[in-house]
């Protein structure tokens, strides 16, 4: 898939979410990779077998007591690495808006134990 393409998916995967959910989200830009860092893979924990499909890097809303002056949250989507587990077009449309939801509940403070117990 062309990356153009594939931005347009993961900026329409974050614009589907609820009017509630984007009107509280804040200072966070999301930008697509071809894969993840050796620097991402260390800060991310990602299960055995599993490949790291997007990552959140930033200061969750729960946690911003004293914030200011800071770089804006970011969530990166992997495209070699959702395209490297999907083999029709609607499943990375559906990956992409998975791994959205689920950089986005970072952002509100939920942790990957939480997210793992719901399935998300
Ligand atoms: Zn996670």
Do not use: W
């Amino acid at each position: 898939m062309e990356t153009a393409e594939f931005e347009k998916l993961a900026r329409e995967a974050l614009k589907q979410l609820p009017e509630k959910i984007l009107q509280q989200m804040d200072n966070i830009d999301l930008v697509v990779e071809e894969s993840a860092t050796n620097d991402q893979l260390a800060y991310s924990v990602v299960k055995e077998g599993k490949s790291l499909l997007g990552l959140y890097e930033g200061i969750p809303l729960t946690e911003r007591d004293d914030y200011g002056m800071v770089l804006p949250d970011k969530i990166s989507i992997f495209q070699d690495s959702i395209e490297a587990v999907c083999t029709t077009n609607e499943e990375i449309v559906r990956e992409v808006r998975n791994t959205v939801i689920h950089e986005v509940a970072h952002h509100f403070g939920i942790d990957d134990q939480t997210l793992d117990n719901i399935g998300i």
